[in-house]
Every structure is written in structure tokens, then in C-alpha cells.
């Protein structure tokens, strides 16, 4: 029963890995085309090209930074993140792909996504400031 377990994960691993990379190549894609309506087309290939080393660049690092990172310094969040994922992996891989689908299928998504983004952000600025909730 565990062989099974395992081969099911090993499955659904290879699988969301397999979206992710056809996902990447669309997103780079459209990237291009969009830059080709802007730019010449060599020149949005060098754009497109150069900002996908910078994102993977700016990943490295990130991964860099969290693995030298002790169990000490991480936060509360984390720790709770952390047990949730180790506690349900088949639902945290199912709502992700949900939410990527939803995200990427749905303008009314990303729409209601960007203003919910800019409430909480004025939210928290109008905490900071008290005296600008007046205004």
C-alpha cells in the first residue's frame, strides 16, 4: 500500500512539474509575441530571453537564502505553512493547480485578485497613518 502511496506522489509530482514547464513555455510565448507588437522581433527574443535569466537568477538566490536559514529564524507562519503542507499534500497540490487554472483562465479572477490586493494595501496604510482616515 505505501509502494502505491509513493507511486501515486511520484505521479502527481512528475505531472504538476509537466504543467508548470508547458505553463513557463506559454507565458514566455506570449511574452515574445507581445514584445514583437513593441519591439523588432530580435529584439523581444533578447528581452524576453534576458528577464526569464533575471526571474530564474532572482529564484536561485531566493532558494539560496532559504536553505541557509535556520530553523530559528523562521516565523510562526512558516511553521504553521510548513505543517499544513506536510499534513495534506494531495489538497495543497489540487488547490494550486486550481488556483493557477483559475488565475490564468479567468480576467474577472485576476481582476478581483488586483482589488483585493490594493483594499488590504490601503488598509494597511490607513493603520499606519490614523490621521489620513479623516481625509
Known sequence: MRLINLG????????VF???????GFLICSLYLYLATLLSPPSS?????????VISLCLVFCAKISM???????????NLLSSWLQNYPTETVLATIAAGLLVGVSSDVRRS????ATWLLKQNASLKNPSDQSK
Open 18 to 24: 509537466a504543467l508548470m514547464v508547458v505553463g513557463l
Open 68 to 78: 541557509t536559514r535556520t530553523a530559528s529564524h523562521k516565523s510562526a507562519i512558516n
Open 113 to 116: 485578485i488586483a482589488e483585493a
Open 8 to 15: 501515486v506522489t511520484i505521479l502527481i509530482i512528475v505531472l
Open 45 to 53: 527574443a533578447l528581452a524576453s530571453g534576458l528577464l526569464i535569466i
